[in-house]
């Protein structure tokens, strides 16, 4: 389908592979090359999609410019994105948020309740998945500027966004941070202090709660201090760039 935000200079369009054997033979190669640790997918497993996006030519052809593989779990009713590439003529064009929001948009038609990303997350990725998904949330009916940020409810998210656990875990940290810091400029000095100190347990909590479920982080390799203040130095522009596309 043709994406129409972007410039008129590219045009990319976006399908779902059909022939998922015929497809993954051409491009097998450009993961192993490109992606970290990246491996070659069954394709005689039915559970595998692909989407790719081709960049429209003025003369009515396609280029290719990239492509998201996906896995469905369909006893847990979980879609996994698995592998995301873009090629490099083509990077810092949108091009990677117009795959992972089409992988949302392919969840919520297959009936899923909720989007996983293989893990491990580069930290490149995880910035580009909570901008977008603080947009969603920004443009979702579950967004209350005057809600407590503990009101926020993980099955609501599930339903209406397909967030994942670990997903809504960092939309709840982005909304903490523009609720109890963002805006409390104008807040006296005894309740500015207050909502730092909620904001620093909101950030921590959901830290440890990641922790506890992530079997890779052993207890003496994981400081709570460190994994705070790497999360938290993105906050800001992260919040930026979504409210951005919202405006956009």
């Known amino acids: 389908k043709p994406h129409t935000n972007l410039s008129a200079v590219f045009q990319p369009c976006v399908a779902l592979v059909k022939d998922l054997p015929m497809f993954h033979h051409l491009v097998q190669f450009l993961p192993l090359l490109y992606i970290d640790a990246a491996s070659a997918i069954d394709v005689t497993d039915d559970n595998w999609e692909t989407i790719i996006i081709f960049e429209e030519t003025p003369d009515d052809g396609l280029k290719f410019a990239g492509f998201s593989t996906l896995y469905r779990f ?3 009713k979980t879609l996994r994105l698995s592998q995301i590439l873009i090629l490099p003529p083509y990077r810092k064009k949108g091009l990677g948020g117009l795959l992972v929001n089409s992988a949302y948009e392919h969840c919520a038609s297959l009936g899923m309740e909720s989007l996983e990303v293989e893990t491990p997350i580069s930290e490149s990725f995880q910035k580009l998945l909570s901008k977008i998904n603080y947009s969603r949330f920004l443009r979702s009916n579950l967004y209350d500027i005057t809600q407590s940020v503990e009101d926020l409810n993980y099955d609501e998210f599930r339903t209406s966004l397909k967030l994942s656990e ?10 903490a941070y523009e609720i109890l810091v963002k805006n409390n400029v104008e807040e006296k000095k005894s309740e500015k202090e207050g909502q730092l100190k909620q904001y620093h347990k909101i ?3 959901e830290l440890f709660k990641y922790k506890e479920k992530n079997e890779e982080l052993e207890d003496d390799s994981f400081d709570i201090n460190l994994a705070f203040a790497s999360e938290i130095e993105w906050h800001s522009s992260i919040i930026k760039k979504a409210r951005k596309i919202i405006q956009d």
């Open 74 to 76: 369909t006893e847990t």
């Open 166 to 175: 670990l997903q809504f875990s960092k939309v709840k940290m982005l909304f």
């Open 203 to 205: 950030v921590t909590d």
